[in-house]
């Protein structure tokens, strides 16, 4: 068949854009925004409160404090297990900014590591030789939805005396072995922004067992829980050490961390729909993939190789892209052939690589007259090009793919027939 980017027919005449249309909202979302409108409480955290517990349930852990973006629930979960100046954390290269970026304002260094071809997510194999005396964590982030590997990144944090934050802003749902992700390591930490597969606005959610690690986030960035009375909420004091509660009344991070509760009570109605929600994302996108089945050079980036493991919402999906087993045509040529076919969510995938961001490499947050990745004694494990190979070539090896919320099998068999076409027609693009 004549590829559409070669003059042949379009295999989608019309993108049915219902069927990606997220986050889902109805009246019930509506009247608990303008509820809390009405009432004037928008800073208030009576609701984020109640979210908080609803959340926490869900997850099945004992403590969730809500922030008001996931850079900050992060920011304040990096400092809740002690990384400071001059210490260092391993965190993969393959990520959006905010899983790392913040250790640098805490005068720590980050030390990158590569990621897997498979998962995409933390490469267990390129984490133990990074590993230092002032190593104090490791990020393991579920990127896209995929869940990190984290029995072997626990093993090593516990031989080695490390915290695990577990960046779960791709993965809320997500199961590894039988697990949700987020509660494995010492602290699930998490965006919420409009994009995710958990949407609520602009929010963040840090989750955790560990008594201390929640109450070092809450006099992080939550100087109300800490003791002190505002117009908006009563005196709350939740921290019960008393070193912590020397400083009630000012965050320690002097970050704000407090949400707005329009978010949080669209975020109550949300988780209630929420499990059922993603069970329909996951039987459209299996089903997708289903339909791909056997068609050379895309495969599913899913974690069969588990037991009980799952894609979560399957936030930013991909497909992981094998140029050799399509005469070597390029993702970009790949997509921009499925995309004539009338798909437009397909394009070489991933984020930018961040271990060769300048960023990371000279950025002098202190004004200290050097770079602060270095500026506190660290070691210098900034790294150029051509360390992390598998993050470097993440637009060569994946190509985003729709990501579908309804299982419209007629819809969603179509779209399978552009990729499947274009990938058996491959031959008509060299
Ligand atoms: C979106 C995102 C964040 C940051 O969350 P915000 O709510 O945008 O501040 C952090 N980590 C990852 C992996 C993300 O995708």
């Known amino acids: ?21 997220w986050p889902i909202v109805t009246d019930e979302d509506i009247s608990a925004v303008t509820d809390v409108l009405r009432a004037g409480t928008m800073s208030g955290t009576v609701i984020t409160k109640q979210f908080e517990h609803e959340f926490a349930d ?45 250790a640098l304002t805490l005068g720590a260094t980050v030390n990158f590591c590569d990621i897997d071809r498979r998962t995409l997510c933390i490469d267990p194999n390129d984490i133990e030789h990074r590993i230092g005396p002032r190593t104090k964590a490791i990020v393991a982030v579920h990127y896209a939805g995929h869940p990190s590997p984290m029995d072997e990144v626990m ?31 010492d602290v699930g930490v998490m965006s919420m922004m409009a994009g995710k597969s958990f949407a609520i606005g602009e929010a963040g959610m840090l989750i955790t067992n560990d008594r201390e690690i929640y109450e070092r986030a809450v006099l992080f960035g939550h100087y109300e829980r800490t003791g002190a009375a505002s117009r908006f909420n009563a005196s709350d004091n939740q921290l019960t050490d008393p070193a912590l509660q020397h400083f009630a009344g000012i965050p320690i991070g002097a970050m704000k961390g407090r949400v707005n509760q329009t978010c949080t009570a669209m975020g109550r109605v949300q988780l209630k729909h929420y499990p059922a929600r993603i069970q329909e994302i996951q039987d459209s996108m299996n089903y997708f993939w289903s339909c791909l089945d056997g068609v050379p050079g895309i ?28 005469g070597k ?48 004694g660290q070691r210098d494990v900034r790294q150029g090009a ?34 499947r076409k274009v990938a058996e027609g491959a031959d008509q693009l060299r």
Request: include cysteine; charged fraction near 15%; proline fraction near 5%.
């Open 155 to 185: 093993q090593l944090a516990r031989k080695h005396g490390l915290k695990v934050i577990e960046d779960t802003s791709h993965a809320q749902g997500t199961l590894y072995k039988g697990r949700k992700c987020g509660t494995i390591g």
């Open 299 to 326: 495969k599913p980036h899913r974690p069969d190789y588990w037991e009980n493991s799952t894609m979560g919402g399957w936030y930013y999906p991909q497909g992981l892209y094998y140029a050799e087993e399509l």
């Open 329 to 376: 045509i390029t993702s970009e040529v790949f997509s921009n052939a499925v995309n004539a076919e009338g798909v437009h969510q397909c394009f070489p995938g991933g984020n930018s690589p961040l271990h060769i961001h300048p960023y990371f490499h000279d950025s002098d947050f202190f004004h200290m007259g050097k770079p602060t990745a270095i500026a506190f």
């Open 386 to 419: 051509g360390t992390l190979p598998v993050a470097e070539s993440i637009h060569e090896i994946t190509v985003a793919v729709p990501w579908f919320k309804h299982l419209d099998k007629k819809e969603i068999e179509l779209y399978a027939n552009a990729f």
């Open 58 to 102: 869900w997850m099945g852990m004992k403590h969730a404090l809500c922030f008001c973006n996931g850079t900050a629930s992060i920011m304040a979960g990096m400092w809740a297990c002690g990384i400071g100046a001059g210490d260092e954390i391993i965190a993969p290269s393959m990520t959006y900014w905010a899983s790392a970026a913040q």
């Open 1 to 21: 068949m004549k590829l559409a980017i070669n003059g042949g027919k379009k295999t989608i005449q019309q993108e049915p854009a219902e069927l990606f249309h």
